[in-house]
């Protein structure tokens, strides 16, 4: 989401948990995918709940399909 200018760094950071979790996960950790999933979808609903309220205060174009979808998910 441009709005939010943290893909980049989101992306790396995840890439770089994920790869954690599976070094974790080939050493014998058996919870650590697990882990690093459930992480990775509570940050997700954290971006979704922020994008929703950023996108919530824009009311200039209310019948406009990009605005009326954005404020649905």
Known sequence: DPLSAAGLG????????????????????????DGYADAATLAFERYLGRRAQVYGQERRWPRSPFWRDVRRD
Not at 12 to 26: D, F, I, P, V
Request: glycine share 8%.
């Open 10 to 33: 989101k992306a790396l950071s995840s890439g770089l948990a994920a790869a954690n979790a599976l070094a974790a996960s080939l050493c014998g950790d058996a919870t650590a995918l």
